[in-house]
């Protein structure tokens, strides 16, 4: 029983710890990783100041603070990081898979998953996401990416996880997202400005040669007056065309001339949206 109640209290104080580490304590700042400039570090409302006009989406998720820095690599070489401290790990997530939606493989690793290009890079690992940008560097010295990645994730205490929504992707997906917004679904998806649906949790992926979205609710009866109004609202502002309409379903053409499909099951909305375009008379 002592062991089991120290075990609990360990564990507890480790979450405090990484929940209280602040991102510009994530960076590296040693002798192998010199900032060119003064590490920049914002929280709450000033995130504006790094990003204007992308910061609502951070917010929408779960913003804590950010650090941005740059690494010289060599005379015409940098390499450009911001870290982002969320919320909670969910946050995290899904500000990484949005930001890394079309970039696959994702790889998972006990220090973090990340996916990855020939000049950046994106990761996440429990409340932090970052990502790093390489400029003017040389194909054999793209490894020090790598190398500023690594050290990053292992300034992140703990293991990774899995989150549950991942269950409900199918398999041979292709890109995701997890989406906790309408700011979300818009860089996916738009219905206009207007949320429809409610948005509180919800999956954007793609499979079979579809866009799928996945938006989940307390219980089924929130989920059904939420698709009966969501069914209103597509029809009145013609946001779909040609619709046809039951209790449970709808089809219609958007404004790319592409078929969606609509349906409730349950305690979750589902939609569909066609590759191609259709063909029209």
Known sequence: MIKKILFTALT?????????????????????????????????????????????????YGFADVAAANYSINDSGSLYTEVYRMDSDDAAFGIFSLRARNVVPHHKTEDGTYAMGSDYIHVWKNNFYFYISASGIETDEISKMNQLAEAIMNSIPGKAGIPEIKNQLPDNYSGFAYIKGPIALSNVYSFGHRDIFNIKEGLWYEHNDKQVLKFFYDDNEQAANTFKNATDNLKSTQRLTNMKVSDKSFTGIDRQSKVVEGKVENNTIIIEIAAKPVMMD
């Open 12 to 60: 507890l104080m480790l979450c405090a710890f990484v929940y209280t580490q602040q991102a510009v304590d994530i960076l590296p700042k040693d002798d192998r990783w010199q900032p060119t400039h003064d590490i920049i570090a914002y929280e709450g409302d000033d995130l504006f100041f790094l990003i204007n006009g992308g910061a609502d989406l951070y917010y929408e």
